[in-house]
């Protein structure tokens, strides 16, 4: 046996298969942009930790982290020279 649809119905089947399948893609934009968000706010957190605690240990060390690391710059320099 052969079943044949009319053809509005096999039209209305197809959209149905399609708007489907741009709900499946919204979805995943949805997802991706929230996962991409959640990435850059957990990036900001740990710059912000890393900050504070490059600023803690400047505040315990004063300055002399900041000498050590332009005597490093310059021995650097003097050697490619």
Known sequence: ???SFRPEF????EFKQVAQQDVEKQRFLVEKTEQ???ANVIAAE???RAAD???K???EVGDGLI???????TEGIANQL
Do not use: M, N
Request: hydrophobic residues 40%.
């Open 36 to 38: 991409s968000r959640q």
């Open 1 to 3: 046996t052969h079943l």
């Open 46 to 48: 740990g710059d912000a």
């Open 57 to 59: 240990a400047l505040d």
């Open 10 to 13: 096999t039209s209305a089947v």
């Open 67 to 73: 000498k050590l690391r332009r005597i490093e710059a």
């Open 53 to 55: 605690l490059i600023g």
